[in-house]
């Protein structure tokens, strides 16, 4: 059995309003074998496509390899964004060494709700995937039982957006009385090969693809994901 440990803790920062959530990256993440064209920070896989999204949104010109200027640059433009990553599964068992979600055994998540106390600023998350088994928001919404809280639907169209309320404590004015801060959820279409199938039935992917045939799903999600990035 292996033990797949996430290779990088939370990235955030005190003024972070915007956190990125996954599940964990590949094993050769926390093998130390990284491919030539990987970056070794979140996200960092070259099969992992949210940087070539970004990048493609942002004409951010990034490097894709091993260097520590491609690092950089992925942490400048994260700060400079105010977006963090936090990805909420901090460690799991395989019988099988990929990078399959479904594949996850003895999972450990990370304490998220934590760290939207820790962090005050933040009011969105961005899960990198639905509610498909042991996905993020798969995982988020367990998370959320743990602490007697529960999702809302804000919108059912694509990328579905929900909220709840995380209840504060006003401990600046001393006082016990509850407030309730509004936090946004955010489920991108995955970029994953096998979420292509899925998107290829949405009316306005098919909409927009017979209007413009060369028209993919790679552009499908710049256009979705260049709303919240």
């Known amino acids: 059995m292996f033990k797949h440990k996430h290779p990088y803790q939370p990235y955030i920062k005190s003024d972070t309003t915007k956190l990125i959530v996954g599940t964990l990256p590949p094993?050769?993440?926390?093998?130390?074998?990284?491919?030539?064209?990987?970056?070794?920070?979140?996200?960092?896989s070259y099969y992992n496509s949210l940087w070539l999204y970004i990048d493609k949104i942002h004409e951010l010109?990034?490097?894709?390899?091993?260097?520590?200027?491609?690092?950089?640059q992925r942490k400048?433009?994260?700060?400079?964004?105010?977006?963090?990553v936090c990805d909420i599964v901090e460690s799991c068992e395989r019988e099988k060494i990929d990078a399959s979600d479904l594949g996850m055994q003895n999972i450990k998540l990370r304490d998220?709700?934590?760290?939207l106390i820790q962090y005050p600023k933040i009011d969105t998350l961005l899960f990198t995937g639905g509610n498909s088994k042991n996905g993020p928001e798969y995982f988020f919404r367990k998370h959320l039982k743990d602490y007697g809280l529960k999702l809302q639907l804000v919108s059912n169209e694509i990328p579905r957006i929900?909220?709840?309320?995380?209840?504060?404590?006003?401990?600046?004015?001393?006082?016990?009385?509850?407030?309730?801060?509004?936090?946004?959820?955010?489920?991108?279409?995955?970029?994953?090969?096998?979420?292509?199938?899925?998107?290829?039935?949405?009316?306005?992917?098919?909409?927009?693809?017979?209007?413009?045939?060369?028209?993919?799903?790679?552009?499908?999600?710049?256009?979705?994901?260049?709303?919240?990035?």
């Open 27 to 44: 094993p050769r993440f926390s093998m130390g074998e990284l491919l030539e064209k990987d970056v070794d920070f979140c996200y960092g």
């Open 61 to 72: 010109k990034l490097r894709f390899d091993n260097s520590q200027e491609a690092i950089n």
């Open 76 to 84: 400048e433009f994260l700060i400079n964004h105010k977006i963090g």
């Open 112 to 115: 998220l709700i934590g760290y």
């Open 162 to 229: 929900h909220q709840f309320k995380l209840p504060v404590i006003a401990s600046e004015t001393k006082q016990s009385s509850q407030l309730a801060r509004t936090i946004k959820t955010v489920s991108l279409t995955s970029g994953s090969g096998a979420a292509n199938i899925s998107i290829s039935k949405i009316p306005l992917y098919k909409h927009l693809k017979s209007k413009n045939p060369q028209f993919n799903t790679f552009d499908f999600r710049v256009m979705q994901y260049s709303e919240f990035f």
